[in-house]
């Protein structure tokens, strides 16, 4: 059974929620990567000496690790903004021309597995016991 959707509206803050989230741990994971890098030319600037580089490449050995916090906060918080824009262009185009379509397919059950729950839909669920009400 296929059922056929329109994503209309994208709701804004569970969207900035997720992107932030996601985009902390990549974040942290480059500034880590940054912070080896950098701790790297620090470490090659102070064995060759600071002349060969300039005086100001010694800093870099201390200041490598104390950016992982700063670079992945920074990347989450651009990345978010960013979310937020294009959040709201969807939604704007989307209440002009429509959404994007979506099908979906029911899976079939499995005979071990348990029974799937019904998909409600807001505004639409009603039971059979009130249908034998409206008759009556």
């Known amino acids: 059974m296929e059922h056929r959707f329109e994503i209309r509206h994208i709701p804004l803050?569970?969207?900035?929620?997720?992107?932030?989230?996601?985009?902390?741990i990549i974040g942290i994971l480059f500034a880590i990567l940054y912070a080896v890098i950098l701790t790297?030319?620090?470490f090659l600037a102070t064995t060759l000496g600071e002349s060969a580089f300039g005086e100001d490449f010694g800093i870099l050995k201390n200041l490598g690790f104390v950016m992982i916090p700063v670079i992945a906060v920074v990347y989450a918080l651009f990345g978010s903004i960013a979310v937020v824009i294009w959040v709201v262009i969807y939604n704007l185009i989307a209440s002009v021309i429509g959404g994007v379509e979506v099908d979906l397919k029911q899976k079939a059950r499995s005979a071990t597995?348990?029974?799937?729950?019904?998909?409600?839909?807001?505004?639409?669920?009603?039971?059979?016991?009130?249908?034998?009400?409206?008759?009556?």
Do not use: Y
């Open 113 to 136: 597995g348990p029974a799937p729950r019904p998909i409600e839909i807001a505004g639409t669920s009603e039971s059979p016991a009130s249908d034998n009400n409206k008759e009556g």
């Open 13 to 24: 803050w569970p969207a900035v929620k997720l992107v932030f989230v996601l985009f902390l």
């Open 40 to 42: 790297g030319v620090g």
